[in-house]
């Protein structure tokens, strides 16, 4: 059965730290991970990547595919207490029509 | 404008009843989805229509019923609720099928079950 797990399930940090937020999966025929944030409501949409795109930066957040490992990073740098949320990992597979979400990781930023 | 707008944002009911939620997208997405959202916020995904056509309907008790009148909305009706209904119903669209494509969510629907 097609899996993503994340990991730390929660965290917290201080304001200027660096995090690194994991995420692995099993899934046949990968197409696609994509990262999303949740604060109050609706996930919002942070990066996708695919074979064809394996690294994405966004200002201080970036992250990294990589498909030997099934894994992928999101690392936020010089974190600030608006980065406090949960972060969703989803995987689509070819073929399967749907995005597979792991359990999220909520992280707290204290100031 | 709002991409992907769900009514209500809350809803409050008892046991038994029958409730509905309204989605709408104005992305021109021909992909909409339903996910549940538990108390531990693990998202799973419940339907998902392509221009109106049922494509994935992932064990969801009969009670669910999904309904595409156009690929623009997803309504979702739930007869005789139950307790363990309670939730946040996320409505989702796609530009298409076959997981190239980020979703984009609603506000999301908070369901209470008395």
């Known amino acids: 059965e097609d899996k993503v797990v994340q990991s730390p399930l929660s965290l917290v940090v201080h304001e200027g730290d660096t995090v690194t937020l994991n995420c692995s999966y099993e899934?046949?025929?990968?197409?696609?991970l994509l990262w999303y944030k949740q604060e109050k409501k609706a996930p919002t949409f942070l990066f996708m990547l695919?074979?064809?795109?394996i690294e994405k930066k966004s200002g201080r957040l970036s992250s990294i595919l990589d498909k030997k490992e099934l894994s992928s990073i999101l690392n936020i740098t010089a974190t600030q207490t608006g980065d406090s949320a949960i972060y969703l990992c989803?995987?689509?597979?070819?073929?399967?029509?749907?995005?597979?979400f792991g359990t999220g990781t909520r992280l707290k930023v204290l100031a | 404008d709002t991409a992907v707008s769900q009514t209500p944002k809350y809803l409050v009911t008892q046991m038994g009843n029958d409730k509905s939620i309204k989605c709408e997208q104005n992305?021109?997405?021909?992909?909409m989805y339903w996910y549940k959202q538990d108390s531990k916020k693990f998202l799973k995904i419940m339907f998902s229509?392509?221009?109106?056509?049922?494509?994935i309907n992932e064990t969801v008790p009969n009670r669910f019923s999904p309904k595409s009148p156009d690929k623009a909305h997803l309504n979702l009706h739930i007869n005789s609720l139950e307790l363990g209904d309670s939730a946040v119903y996320f409505c989702?669209?796609?530009?298409?099928?076959?997981?190239?494509?980020?979703?984009?969510f609603g506000s999301g629907t908070q369901l209470s079950v008395l």
């Open positions: 695919t074979s064809s795109g």
């Open positions: 992305l021109g997405h021909d992909t």
């Open positions: 229509y392509n221009n109106k056509e049922l494509i």
């Open positions: 899934v046949t025929n990968f197409r696609s």
């Open positions: 989803a995987v689509a597979a070819s073929g399967t029509y749907k995005y597979i």
């Open positions: 989702a669209s796609s530009q298409s099928l076959g997981g190239g494509e980020k979703l984009f």
